[in-house]
């Protein structure tokens, strides 16, 4: 059972425009919420992230944003760079810090020069 | 300062051989994660270390796996007589007092 859902597996945007990656779960044990980064043969880097008593985060060209009640969370990449080409984790913890992390599947990036 | 390393950074083996993967986390992180994320799969949580604490081995797939952390730094993944299935990227990662994982390159381990 997926607790964690990106439902898009891929999305392809043109450079300068807004990225939308959507992510969905169904625990509402989880309380904080990470997205990562991820390029071929490399190890996933951490994004931005977002505890569950807020509902936006923002970091430059990235911004989180968190429905509890729709258990949905989105990140808005903006303007988005061919560098943003890549493969985004949603994750999400439900036992404070230092403890496990539930991923979804991923949705694969690609910006178009 | 270093990474999260693991080696090797690739691994092919035969069926019913076993295997080792290794992690080096950051040093000082207290916690140790171990996941795996198999094609067209998100990642997969294996395994957790905290402190000297009792692992939490609630997502090791079946009695093959196997880890263990030395010292409270390097840790050591072990599967026993791999299977097809078992074929994945293995992934390491390390945390300090937060919510963010620091994850390593990973081991693509191909089974024959």
């Known amino acids: 059972d997926q607790q964690v859902k990106q439902n898009s597996p891929s999305l392809s945007v043109q450079e300068g425009r807004i990225s939308i990656l959507n992510c969905d779960y169904t625990?509402?044990?989880?309380?904080?919420f990470l997205w990562y980064k991820k390029y071929p043969a490399e190890g996933p880097t951490f994004l931005i992230s977002?505890?569950?008593?807020?509902d936006k985060n923002e970091d430059g060209r990235f911004t989180v944003f968190l429905n509890k009640s729709a258990k949905h969370l989105s990140l808005h990449i903006v303007p988005s760079q061919p560098g943003d080409s890549a493969v985004y984790f949603c994750?999400?913890?439900?036992?404070?810090?230092?403890?496990?992390?539930?991923f979804g599947k991923g949705i694969t990036l690609s910006v178009r020069p | 300062g270093a990474g999260v390393s693991q080696s090797p950074s690739n691994k092919v083996t035969e069926k019913g051989k076993d295997v080792e993967l290794r992690c080096d986390p950051i040093?000082?992180?207290?916690?140790l994660y171990w996941y795996r994320q198999s094609l067209g799969q998100g990642l997969e949580f294996l395994i957790y270390?905290?402190?000297?604490?009792?692992?939490?081995k609630s997502g090791l797939p079946s009695d093959r796996f196997s880890a263990e952390r030395t010292g409270g730094s390097v840790s050591t993944l072990t599967i026993q007589r791999t299977q097809q299935e078992d074929s994945a990227v293995y992934l390491c990662?390390?945390?300090?007092?937060?919510?963010?994982?620091?994850f390593g390159p990973g081991t693509r381990l191909t089974v024959l």
């Open positions: 977002i505890s569950s008593i807020k």
């Open positions: 994750a999400a913890s439900a036992g404070g810090a230092n403890s496990k992390l539930t």
């Open positions: 270390f905290q402190g000297n604490s009792a692992p939490d």
């Open positions: 625990n509402s044990m989880f309380d904080y």
């Open positions: 990662a390390s945390s300090s007092q937060g919510f963010e994982q620091f």
């Open positions: 040093s000082g992180h207290t916690a």
